[in-house]
């Protein structure tokens, strides 16, 4: 369907979507640092990480629930110009943000000595892997305070302090991982020679690096909450008492989101436990493709952020119309980034696997499966951009369906099929995967046309609580 463009409001839409898709490539590059330095270790240190990295996810996506579920009453209430309410919503999120943090935590460094021999690892990395979770779990309560307040920060339109952020917990990571994953040893660089100290932690040491850069960014995010001049900047001495109506809508808004996250999580344990069964070259290459091919969805996650933030903001102002001509807008710019981003991912293929191991068979059988996700990756981004603006209207029902419909009707269904019936190997996995890509880009197309997500607005006014 044609869309007549607005410049103004195509600017808008850059303004916010920009910063918002650095900071996704700036994040990505936390996993690329760990994945290429740990993949020179070899197959063993990738594979350990590999078998881990289904559960980070559903840890995430766990703690993004409540960044959705405030972030989006925040947009609104900005939207509407009421400050004390915007104020009234952060205080809110810390206090939920600190109590969802901190139980997350404890319940995962519970069963962190179990975690990985329930996912599947080989006996051989299965003390690389204990390590890399049980470290990463402790950075958990200030994982759940920057995906709140990174939310937060974008639906008020500030898409450029994430961004900042990010970037220097990247460098820190950066550097952190040349002291702690090698050992000392010498490095020539321009004709000169020098000593490099390193801890030789190996994958105890990525996980270590990521967790102090995490946690790092979390830490500044209270700082900024705190001590930034803003009409939004909170003080101790204010009230956090619960208020029921803001919680309410926050757990109205954010339970779908988590059921959502829990379900493609789960798909992804799921997949994970069958890649470990094709042996540790499959999964070190699955692992090795799916951190490559992330590059190439990050355009359509920035965009959605802004997609989010302007669809809330127009609703709050009573702009029903903007906010679906942003909404329409969003989806046809992240279906043009997006497939870019594929034909990247294809031509490129090789050179990406390339970055994260030294292993010929790996490089081999991850170019492979790049290639045959890039033909699925326009409606991808399509999905994503346009679920985040149905979320912007307080729709995160549907966002749900879709996720139970694709990766538990169809991808865990199919997969299994492509294995064990039609006797494929790492690729059914991914053939799996393409099929639920494509059928979520048209769920979510028909959805957004339809322009039911609209209705769900009244659930983000304090007066219609």
């Known amino acids: 369907m044609a869309l ?13 979507a920009l910063p918002a898709i650095a900071e996704q490539f700036l994040m990505t590059m936390v996993s690329y640092v760990d994945t290429a330095m740990v993949g020179s270790l070899g197959a063993g240190a990738t594979a350990a990480i590999a078998v881990t990295a289904s559960s980070t996810w559903l840890i995430g996506g766990i703690l993004s629930a409540a960044g959705v579920g405030f972030s ?33 935590m404890t319940i995962c460094l519970s069963i962190s000595h179990q975690l990985p021999v329930w996912l599947g690892a080989a006996e051989e990395i299965l ?14 309560p200030f994982n759940c305070i920057n995906g709140t307040f990174s939310a937060i920060l974008r639906c008020m339109g500030d898409t450029k302090t994430p961004m900042r952020l990010n970037t220097g917990s990247n460098l820190l990571n950066v550097c952190l991982n040349f002291l702690l994953i090698f050992p000392t040893r010498e490095i020539r660089v321009l004709g000169l020679t020098f000593t490099m100290p390193g801890a ?11 967790a102090i850069s995490m946690a790092s960014v979390g830490f500044i995010l209270l700082l900024i909450i705190f001590r930034r001049k803003s009409p939004y900047r909170i003080s101790l001495r204010e009230s956090y008492r619960p208020d029921k109506a803001v919680i309410g809508r926050a757990v109205k808004l954010g339970i779908p989101v988590l059921m959502e996250r829990v379900l493609m999580s789960g798909g992804q344990v799921f997949m994970t436990r069958m890649v470990s069964g094709l042996g540790t070259v499959a ?39 903007a906010a679906s001509y942003y909404g329409k807008l969003a989806g046809w710019t992240g279906l043009l980034m997006s497939t870019f981003m594929g034909a990247v991912l294809f031509i490129f ?21 790049l290639r045959l996700v890039a033909f699925a990756e326009p409606m991808f981004g399509v999905s994503i951009v346009l679920s985040g603006a149905v979320r912007g209207a307080g729709d995160t029902r549907y966002p749900l369906f879709v996720s ?56 983000l006014s304090a007066e219609e609580s």
């Open 283 to 321: 999964l070190a290459a699955n692992h090795v493709a799916v951190t490559a091919e992330g590059i190439s969805y990050m355009p359509a996650f920035g965009v959605s952020f802004a997609a989010t933030t302007l669809v809330g903001q127009s609703l709050g102002a009573k702009d029903r119309e």
């Open 72 to 104: 989006v009453q925040v947009a609104y209430a900005v939207g509407g110009g009421d400050a004390p309410q915007v104020k009234t919503i952060i205080r809110q999120a810390l206090l939920l943000a600190l109590i969802i943090g901190l139980t997350v």
């Open 127 to 140: 003390a690389d892997a204990r390590s890399y979770i049980r470290i990463y779990m402790m950075a958990i």
């Open 200 to 210: 030789g932690l190996g994958v105890t040491g990525a996980a270590i690096a990521s």
């Open 404 to 459: 139970l419909a694709c990766m538990i009707g169809l991808r865990c269904v199919l997969a299994p099929i492509f294995i064990f019936v039609l006797h494929m190997d790492l690729a059914a996995v991914w053939l799996a995967m393409d099929i639920d890509l494509i059928a979520r880009g048209i769920l979510c197309i028909i959805r957004f046309y339809s322009g039911k997500y609209l209705k769900y607005a009244k659930n």
């Open 349 to 369: 293929s090789t050179p990406l696997s390339t970055l994260f191991s030294t292993d010929p068979a790996v490089i081999a059988l991850s170019a492979r499966m």
């Open 4 to 16: 007549k463009i607005d410049q103004s409001r195509l600017s808008r839409l850059l303004v916010l």
